[in-house]
């Protein structure tokens, strides 16, 4: 999901990926399952996905099928398996815990790990329109992120790109992000309006359609 809404934004942006797969014989059945899928999307939004981003999403739909229920794991499976093993283990043990008990986040990972082992090995980019963002708002976790990735590479013999750092970045902070949640971690808030406690109940309202549980709101008047 969250490759196809960089996908439509690159799309939208007028630029599209250009780095064809062509050479992958091996992604033959999921560049077909892709193309229905792009078919699909490419009448919702009125918009043509030239022939490089159907080759992305079939790297993605290659990689889910990691997660299949009963299928054995292969050789190639085994090691994305690994890969992923070593990122968490990279990280401080609180977070790494964290981290190897998310089911969400493990999945993700390993269907996101899949093909960018297959980019990596035939030296094909990957844009991130994120990375500054990233950087920005979350200068800590890229780093940790990028530390913990260290592992990955001395086991494929090759060096992640920021914009593959900035992708991994969002899966575990999508982790840390609910773990905040399900542990608890409340604001308390107050909200005061000087022209009655009735506008501050509806203030309140929206508040807590947006946050949830997240927050302990009360209404004031002053």
């Known amino acids: 999901m969250i490759h196809l809404v960089i996908a439509l934004e690159r799309i939208r942006a007028g630029e599209p990926c ?29 918009l043509e996905f030239p022939d490089p981003e159907v080759d992305a ?10 997660t299949s229920a009963g299928n054995r794991p292969d050789a190639h ?25 998310d089911g969400q986040f ?4 390993v269907s996101h790990l899949e093909p960018t082992v297959i980019r990596l090995r035939n030296g094909l980019p ?5 990375l500054k963002t990233l950087r920005e708002q979350y ?4 780093e940790r992120t990028r530390q913990a990735a260290g592992a990955m590479e001395r086991r494929l013999g090759m060096r992640l790109s920021d914009e593959e ?25 107050a909200v005061v309006c000087a022209s009655g406690i ?3 109940a509806l203030l309140c309202a929206r508040l807590e359609k947006t946050f949830g549980a997240q927050m302990d709101l009360e209404a004031l008047s002053a």
Do not use: W
């Not at 401080?92 to 008990?101: I, S």
């Not at 493990?106 to 990972?109: A, E, F, K, M, N």
């Open 18 to 46: 250009r780095e064809a797969m062509n050479g992958l014989p091996e992604m033959e059945d999921s560049r077909q399952e892709a193309r229905q899928l792009i078919s699909l999307l490419e009448a919702e939004f009125g």
């Open 106 to 109: 493990i999945q993700g990972l």
């Open 139 to 142: 200068p800590d976790l890229f």
């Open 77 to 101: 499976q085994e090691e994305i398996l690994e890969l992923a093993r070593c990122f968490i283990e990279g990280f401080p043990g609180e977070q790494a815990a964290l981290l190897g008990t």
């Open 126 to 130: 990957i844009y991130n329109p994120l």
């Open 198 to 200: 009735g506008v501050s």
């Open 165 to 189: 750092i900035g992708f991994l970045t969002m899966h575990a902070g999508a982790c840390f992000e609910r773990a905040g949640q399900q542990h608890g971690r409340r604001v308390k808030a």
């Open 57 to 66: 999403v079939a790297l993605h739909l290659r990689g889910s099928k990691l």
